[in-house]
């Protein structure tokens, strides 16, 4: 039936869903998880696995990133996080972890406020690129034109422009002049991922400026209030599936471009990276998820950049439980039965089970609407 | 899809949303905050922010009614409360937010006994009028033909005629004269806004009684049980898209006359605010959201009329969390992410992420229907 | 839209809604409250509340049946509970109040393994019609044939057959010989109401048996657990309605006959009893609201007889909140505002704002499905 | 109306519902629990239930598989727990009890680490068979080619092949030669009862294998966790009736050869047995409901094979209550009304009431969907 629905006299919206709301199901084949394979390619760079760190301070750092990048993962970092505005960020990572709840916010809102060092970037990118690891920075669309010959010049391999929403068409009135995304993407050399977005057309219009990838998402994540404060939010299985139906479209009109769909907020558990995929995602970037390791840059903790906004903060510094290094975290073993270790192994058997061999076949896996008991 | 349901073989009723079943969703363009202006107009009135203070007198005095005009918004005062019953109400609202619960309903019914004076109604209105704010105060349909010419020789802006639900037709078998709204409206010499209303059909008859707007609600708020006593509710993303179809077919009827649509009930963040404008409303008219305030004059509580109702109380005096002043609530800075402060900021932030620049602009934002995970 | 879905391949059932599901909603009209009229009319006895307190020792004893017919209401006798067990069950219903949880089923087994007494049902009936009140007592369908002539000796004027479900033809493989419900009514001299029934086929059947009303429910009423424990479940809204459509259609097919619905379960609070009649129920039957007043039987508990069954008890004695006198439940003044106190009051209120004058019409007030915030 | 919902652009799925979602309705026959008959009969064995106990440790060892047989139920020795692995496993099941949460799953991952021995295998299956009760064993596919013809020689009536998924067609690129299910059927002289499916076309594929049943579920019971881990999961109440239109269709394709639906998961109190032969289901499996027992070798606590998995645990090691014997679980009396005790009484209470006489009558009751209050 088709999901559009009379709110009222004046107004219809369409019923969306969360990745709460769905689950996969079985079919007639399955197949052993030692012929599943989870390896995920964009642009020149394959990887083992679809993982991203999202460019969060309590998430990837210099080292985290090296880290993911080791066990076949890709690690974002924010260029416009603590690693480069401050010299030695450790100190006030760990500040932050120890502060009381009631003047998180505060204090996030001064420490953030320290100006962006482009030599930070620079010296930040190379310790990551001296690693031999694939090398990715994000930046906000507001900082891309003041910072990005910075970035380039130091040598990413996947350029990230990231915020809650970025769209390809951003009206100004005033003598502001916004970025050209089109324009910019076809000038630089390194592929680009961008986002994020949470509508069909919104993707479409993204995937029509060059960019190699599409963040899907609107601040949904673990650490975020956005439907609260802003009354905006974006299920993610149908976001993630509109997206998937925009890339399938944008194939046919492009005469063969394929841009990648990276599912970016609100895949928090194993099962949660198994539904993106489902719904059609290429890849997945995790937040939550990684900020439980033991060797994670929050130390217990995980935030997000709308936590620390000067005058309207729509996310706050969360605590996470910590329950194991990054390593077993991705790839096991799970000594419990939480879907937040061995992530990739519960991906595997998730495929095994259903009877697909890679990420791709996998999107086509059958599923059930049925809200959580 | 049509929402009419087969209840039973005997009843068919319509699927209605709340704003917690609804949420705004980005599209393809998006726009600054600066290029942003939630300003409003009705009648001769121009406010800078859509903010209506409710009558209730947790929430507007005569002094809040002045400072919510300083901020652009207005608040209205209730004429029947313990302003226009008592010399010196101030000690009276702090002996209510000092009742224990188990007597509060009791003690308030014996306050709210006290007879309304006259010339108290004209020395609160003189008192908002001298300090140059505009001026609106409220009767319930009941008490309007005894007090009207009281209000508007004390020199009213807006009048408001506010109940739990207001009919443009009120049938009586005994003697009793009701107010005959047309009539009474065509007489004035000012505008008059009228509610509550609920649906498309009581709305437009509203409408064509002359109103210059129309409140949708029945007492739906945070201190209301009316669903639990009378089994009456309005779910109010369903109702204010209803009176906004109701608005436009009026439009059409009547060539041309604009009547205003004011969300009143079930407005308690900054996120409820933008989608009470995304469902079709002009204005919205805050209870619990400005008694949040350390300078209202609730002291941290909340209440409204049905709450000291003689025989039939059908709300509660509820207690509410006092999170900073009433200019940090409206204009920020928002310190806190949970849609309480800093509501005009979210309501710009908003309008900007999903592409308009104006409210009447934003009306046609698209949302998703999903529930509260 | 229909209401019939396919769960799965094999089976398809309809959505069925609770109370809680719906809500009623105010129209173009509204009326004074003194204009309200609540009275109930079944067969030759008039009443000016819809309001029947169930046949449950928690609820109606002697007295409490004498006292709700002098407050416009009747009280039904269970002729198998207590009163017609022991010459003063008096300190028995008081130490059911007292028994600790763990054991409470178990004792009430024993105390209703006693057998009934033919002469007690003579004495219990001659007491409540000495007081000059509507006489009204209940057997379940087992029990009919053995006591239906001691109980229309002693004189009621309103006989009820009820279980959990009475159909109108109990099929029957061995020797015994089960109460031919047609025959039965047509031969007795008192008009019959007979339940509970759940859709529109057994209301129907029941209709055709000459009842003078139908009791729509299966016992799902606060004590119960049918739902879990036989998986048997009827969502009072629905089948409220179904029955009202079978009450329709077997007028047209009777030429003319009248049968009264009545919705017995999930009537816990005056919002429920508003859209019970809503539903298109004639009255409904108490057991939880009443069972709450100081002066009920049950010394603030409440139980069915489902609690006590032998081998498969599907209900528990359960505490409730004693809110005041039957006459403050019934009549009023409300101190609080959750619905349990001055439900005719609730009632009348919410005639008025939806403009209706009797119950009969307001059968017709429209509603909405939206489940509970 | 159809039940297949578009999630976005890219995907669609259908509306999938758990027994929760559900109840039976009575409709307008009853008859007498003394005529209902709930024998259940596969291949040469009828049961006088339909009553399976599932191979878990904490459900069925040899001691309570003897039970079972006497009380007309069926016990599934797990041929790869504990009492194939120990010659005594006693003193392991008290201490599995014993453990403290935190240490639970690797203590498990270590006991269940110990090899499987052929010759235990062979005792214990005489152990059973020397009782007199029908012998039935499991193995999971993977182990099914190493050990079957033990089982097979040591006297099965009944060989179960259960895994969380089990497919017609196992696809393997590996020299890995997975079992030919169709041949190995053909080949065997005992019914195969194989499992579990989830779907219509993954039960319609086992069932041309030969299977004489076929387990519907997957790792949906209580003690398992595989919605959050793999993102997998299987609503029973579709899933069952899915799998009996499978059987609907099967037996037209094959010319009459029936194949029992047995649900296995998520079926936890006596209304759940009700709701899963309402479905559709000719017996049911049970884990949770019989782990209950005083006497069941969990010793109140509850696992399944997953909980124990060495790298990808996917459940849990649950405590449970602990209600009375298996005797009394079964056949009663109940002593308390939250459907865990006289199951087989609450199913013939909810015949009688919706006037079946046996099961495969009861799988036309009529349904309601109705999620729970």
Same mark, same amino acid.
């Given at each position: 039936m088709s999901n559009e629905i009379e709110i009222g006299r004046g107004k219809r919206g369409r019923r969306a869903y969360t990745?709460?709301? &769905?689950? +996969?199901?079985?079919?007639?084949?399955?197949?052993?998880?030692?012929?599943?394979?989870?390896?995920?390619? &964009?642009?020149?760079?394959?990887f083992d696995t679809p993982i991203i760190g999202a460019p969060m301070d309590s998430v990837v750092s210099p080292a985290s990133a090296i880290e993911l990048g080791r066990m076949g993962a890709l690690g974002v970092l924010d260029l416009e996080g603590l690693w480069t505005r401050y010299e030695d960020p450790e100190p006030l990572l760990a500040e932050i972890a120890s502060l009381p709840a009631e003047s998180a916010t505060q204090r996030m809102q001064a420490l953030y406020a320290e100006p962006i060092r482009a030599e930070l970037i620079t010296r930040r990118i190379a310790e990551i690129r001296?690693?031999?690891?694939?090398? *990715? =920075?994000?930046?906000?669309?507001?900082?891309?034109?003041?910072?990005?010959?910075? +970035?380039?010049? /130091?040598g990413v391999d996947l350029f990230v422009i990231r915020g809650t929403t970025v769209s390809a068409e951003h009206v100004s009135k005033a003598g502001e002049q916004p970025l050209n995304l089109k324009q910019f993407i076809y000038d630089l050399d390194v592929p680009v991922i961008v986002g994020g977005a949470g509508t069909y057309q919104a993707a479409l219009h993204l995937m029509r400026t060059g960019a190699a990838g599409v963040l899907v998402g609107f601040g949904g994540g673990a650490a975020s209030t956005t439907r609260t404060t802003l009354g905006v939010h974006t299920p993610m299985a149908s976001a993630v599936a509109d997206v998937a139906g925009a890339r399938r479209d944008y194939l046919d009109e492009s005469g063969g471009r394929y841009v990648h769909v990276i599912a970016d907020g609100g895949v928090g558990t194993s099962g949660d990276i198994v539904k993106a995929i489902a719904m059609g995602a290429d890849a997945v970037m995790l937040g939550v998820s990684l /900020?439980? *390791?033991?060797?994670?840059?929050?130390?217990?903790?995980?935030?997000? *950049?709308? /936590?620390?906004?000067? #005058?309207?903060?729509?996310?706050?510094?969360? $605590?996470?439980? $910590?329950?194991?290094?990054? $390593? $077993?975290?991705?790839?096991?073993? /799970? &000594? #419990?039965?939480?879907?937040?270790?061995?992530?990739? =192994?519960?991906l595997r058997k998730s495929m095994a089970t259903t009877g697909y061999s890679d990420l791709k076949e996998f999107q086509r896996v059958d599923v059930v609407v049925t809200p959580y008991e």
């Open positions: 990745f709460d709301d &769905i689950a +996969v199901v079985p079919s007639r084949r399955t197949r052993s998880t030692h012929d599943v394979s989870t390896s995920w390619t &964009i642009d020149a760079f394959t001296e690693a031999g690891v694939v090398v *990715a =920075g994000a930046l906000s669309p507001q900082r891309t034109a003041e910072f990005y010959e910075t +970035v380039v010049n /130091a /900020a439980r *390791a033991t060797d994670a840059p929050g130390n217990g903790y995980h935030w997000g *950049a709308e /936590a620390h906004h000067p #005058s309207l903060p729509r996310g706050r510094r969360v $605590q996470v439980d $910590q329950v194991g290094p990054m $390593q $077993q975290i991705l790839h096991g073993p /799970a &000594i #419990s039965a939480d879907g937040t270790t061995n992530l990739l =192994g519960s």
